[in-house]
C-alpha cells in the first residue's frame, strides 16, 4: 500500500521537523499504527509532495522529518462549482465528491428554494482535507462563504463561462415545464467550450424559481444545460456533472486532446 498522506499548510522542504497537532498524530500512531520510523507523504499546493518519516511519536504527538520531495507543486483545472446547500448529509458529499472530482473553488449559493441555509465552512474544509489526503491531489479547493445566488452573479467574470443545470421546461401547466424549451446536453456544452476556467451551478432539489430561471438565461455568460431524461437529486446531479466536464474539457483527457 502507498504511505499515507497528510495535507499541512506549512512550508515544506528538506530536512524540516514537523510537528502535527493532535489529530494527525493520534491518527498516525492510534488508527495506522505507525511508530518511529514511519514513512509518511506530506503535501500542500505551494511546496507539492514530500517523502518523510515519523521522527519522534508519544501520547503528547508526533513529529516528521522530510526527505525528498515527490512531486513538484500543481494545481488541476480551473474549476468553479456553484451548488445550493440541501441537507447535511447530502451536502457534506458534494463537498467531498467536488474535492475528489477536482473542483478547485466551492461556492455555496441561497436560492429561493434552498433547503438549508447552514453552511459549516470549518466542517467543509476537514471534509475537503481528509479527500485530497485520500485521492492524491496537491491541493485542498477553496470553500467560500455562502452568497445569494444573485450576489454570486454580479460582477461576474465574463472570461469563466457558466454551465448551469436547468431540467425545467417552458410549459407552465406541464411538470417541470414539460419538453418544450428545455436546455441541450451538458456533454455538447462542455465538448465546445474552449475558455481556460469554467464553473457549473447546480440548484436546490426543486430546481431554479422563474424568476432566477430568467435571470440566467438573459446573462451573456451563462449556458443553460441538461442532465438527461430523469430528474436528479442534487448531490447526483453534481457528480454526474463534474465527471462529465472532467472528461471533455478537464483533466481526465489525455495530454494530447489538451
Sequence with gaps: ???????????????????LDQGQSRYLTTVLRLGRGGRVRVFNAADGEWAGEISDADRRGATIALRDQLRPPALGPDLDLLFAPVKRHATDLIVEKATELGVRRLKP???????SETVRLERFNAIAREAAEQTERLDLPEICPPALLTKALDGWDANRPLLYADEAG??????????AG?????????????????????????GFDPA???????????????LGPRILRA?????????????VWGDWRSPSSS
Design 1 to 19: 500500500m502507498p504511505d499515507p498522506r497528510l495535507f499541512l499548510d506549512v512550508p515544506l522542504a528538506a530536512g524540516a521537523v514537523l510537528v
Design 170 to 179: 417552458d410549459d407552465a401547466a406541464a411538470p417541470w415545464g414539460g419538453q
Design 212 to 226: 432566477e430561471r430568467a435571470l440566467l438565461r438573459s446573462l451573456p455568460f451563462v449556458t443553460p444545460v441538461s
Design 235 to 247: 448531490e447526483t446531479a453534481v457528480i454526474a456533472a463534474l465527471a462529465v466536464i472532467q472528461s
Design 182 to 206: 428545455r436546455a441541450p446536453p451538458l456533454l455538447d456544452a462542455a465538448q465546445t467550450t474552449r475558455a481556460p476556467a469554467l464553473a457549473l451551478l447546480i440548484g436546490p432539489e426543486g
Design 109 to 115: 449559493v441561497v436560492t429561493a428554494r434552498t433547503i
